[in-house]
């Protein structure tokens, strides 16, 4: 299915990852962790440190500061996408990203 939305190559490129993740390393362990009652036992790490692999969790940055300078509207559907696997994942990211992008621009390199 086409997203509207989409409309430059390197945002199909960043969501194909962001699919591929989604599929191959959210959705497998969803259920499984909503199951847990302990909400320590319903977070995975893992999941944070692959996403951290794959690029996702510095994104926003520039290439400067390790990231790929993805936009507003390209993270928008990152978020979007993770929250078809997780909505914790989706949220966790969602801030990540924000606070990574809010960072980089209100402080110095001191």
């Known amino acids: 299915m086409s997203n509207p939305f989409i409309v430059s190559e390197f945002q199909e490129a960043v969501l194909d990852t962001v699919r591929r993740f989604t599929d191959e390393v959210v959705r497998p362990v969803a259920a499984d ?3 847990n009652q302990d909400p320590e036992k319903s977070f995975s790490w893992d999941i944070i ?9 510095t994104m926003t940055l520039s290439e400067e500061w390790g990231g790929i300078g993805a936009d507003s509207v390209t993270t928008g559907m990152v978020v979007e996408e993770l929250a078809r696997g997780d909505i914790g994942v ?5 801030q990540t ?14």
């Open 90 to 94: 989706s949220v966790v990211m969602a």
């Open 33 to 35: 962790l909503d199951r």
């Open 97 to 110: 990203l924000k606070i990574a992008a809010i960072l980089q621009v209100a402080l110095t390199k001191e």
């Open 49 to 57: 440190e692959k996403a951290d692999a794959a690029g996702i969790r």
